[in-house]
């Protein structure tokens, strides 16, 4: 075996702690033989890398953890699996399995949960584009419909005209929940006004009946009490409904955001000291239903949390190809993996292992992807000992938003696996080939000629 040469290089060393919230970064020896009990050599010979990896475990007790801790607290909770978060057919069935209904966010969703088998009294439709025959479908099929802005009344209306009856619905707010930033684009602000004005625009067509109210503050919130705001602003806003119009809310939707364990860019504090627990989450929005609903009225509380649910069910194996020294000595690593996979990581900081024990001083290190992009980097901060190609870093809670937001772009998707409750793997998504990328286009014949033309001339 010859051994490569490599130039030295003089970098400083650090020692102690890299600053005052968490211990040092330098010292990373993190390392992860397996997956859900199976080895990770034995999933990267099977399926290849990079690989995604799932656990049903997981993904099941994440689930009944989060039910649980809100269902103990308040008796008439309804839960709904956000598509957005990972519709894989498999990650969506297990959590219907669960008792977790759809919430869907486009015309895609709608067809991919009815393509489930999911009936519309178990489907909620939000987001802002809904298209006129995706909303005069989900009428017909009894789902639970929440309004964005006003030109989806004047199509609900329309739809009421044609079916000849009044068509139940409800209707986004925004709010101030006393966080930053304040998601305003979605439904109608309740501060100013706009979110009354909307009610009554409805009660004046005489078409459509409110009877219910929608409301998700953001993504990755870190404070229980912005969730206690959200629920006293809308029931109170629902009772004013009900003053104003006599329609009585049958249900109040908080929508999601509840965190996982991933970590935001820029926290120093490591994630057990940082995240609440789904317990107090589930105090802050229970304790402020008892308190502010009205005696023998119990609307049902709909929860869609995606992040929370999926995000450390997931795991990604990405293989080092290459080893280098950027000019300013820091060693980089090439990996088979990317931002392609991990759309994620423009945000969050992951938990990274090794797949083995490597010994040597750790030193200031990047991870790459394999893009022809600058900004293709997985980690540009993390620190590792001197690692060879064909070493795999293991990548965990990377479940929500990466298998519905990664690229078709530069390399093939790989293959997704599911290791069952019994420790059987199951393939849930089969890696792509060209006839993937190509099954949509078509190459007109005078192309095809003058391609086949030119490779001739070539040739000879």
């Known amino acids: 075996m010859v051994t490569q040469y ?45 690989l995604f990896v799932y656990s049903e475990q997981t993904l099941r007790r994440k689930f009944r953890t989060i039910r649980n801790a809100f269902s103990t607290r308040y008796p008439n909770v309804i839960f709904g699996w956000s598509y957005k978060t990972n519709y894989l057919k498999a990650i969506c069935a297990i959590l219907h399995q669960e008792g977790a209904i759809a919430e869907l ?19 909620i439709l939000n987001g802002p584009y809904k298209p006129y025959a995706t909303l005069e479908a989900a009428v017909r099929d009894g789902v639970t419909i ?16 044609n079916l000849d009856r009044t068509i139940p619905v409800g209707i986004r707010l925004n709010l101030d929940a006393g966080i930053q930033p304040c998601w305003s684009r979605f439904g109608f602000n309740l501060e100013s006004g706009q979110a009354m004005d909307a009610i009554r625009r409805i009660a ?24 206690a705001r959200q629920v006293e602003k809308m029931v109170t806003f629902g009772y004013e409904i009900e ?39 589930a105090d802050a929005v229970c304790d402020a239903l008892w308190a502010t609903l009205k005696p023998g009225h119990m609307p049902k509380l709909i929860i869609e949390s995606g992040r929370a649910v999926v995000d450390e069910a997931g795991t990604l ?15 980089a690593y090439v990996v088979d993996g990317g931002v392609n996979l991990l759309f994620t990581s423009f945000w969050y900081r992951f938990d990274i292992a090794l797949d083995r024990p490597v010994s040597g001083p750790c030193q200031p290190s990047v991870i790459y992807g394999p893009l022809c992009m600058n900004i293709d980097a997985v980690d540009e901060g993390i620190s590792l000992p001197p690692l060879s190609r064909g070493t795999r870093f293991v990548i965990s809670t990377v479940g929500a938003y990466n298998n519905t937001q990664w690229l078709q772009f530069i390399e093939y998707r790989p293959n997704v696996v599911l290791v069952t409750e019994s420790g059987e793997v199951e ?17 007109p014949p005078r192309l095809a000629t003058t391609t086949e033309l030119r490779l001739s001339q070539v040739g000879s």
């Open 427 to 443: 393939l849930i998504r089969e890696a792509e080939d060209l006839s993937d990328l190509e099954r949509r286009e078509h190459l």
């Open 243 to 281: 003053q104003a119009c006599g329609w009585q809310m049958d249900y109040i939707d908080i929508g999601g955001g509840f965190p996982s364990r991933s970590r935001l860019k820029g926290a120093y504090h490591a994630v057990d000291v940082m995240l609440p627990s789904i317990e107090e989450y």
């Open 204 to 227: 004046s067509g005489g078409k459509l009946r409110v009877n219910g109210l929608h409301s998700h503050i953001g993504t990755f919130i870190m404070e229980p009490a912005a969730y």
């Open 105 to 123: 966010v486009s015309k895609m969703e709608y067809d991919k949960a009815k393509a489930l088998g999911i009936p519309g009294n178990q489907i």
């Open 6 to 50: 490599e130039k030295p290089v003089i970098q400083k060393l650090h020692s102690g702690l890299m600053n005052k919230f968490a211990g040092s970064s330098l010292l990373h020896r993190k390392v992860k033989t397996e997956i859900a009990g199976l080895a990770i050599d034995n999933l990267v010979a099977h399926f290849g890398s990079p």
């Open 317 to 331: 194996i990405t293989t080092i190809c290459g080893v280098k020294r950027l000019p300013d000595g820091t060693r």
């Open 146 to 161: 929440n309004i964005d802005h006003l030109d989806e009344i004047e199509d609900l209306e329309a739809i009421s005209s």
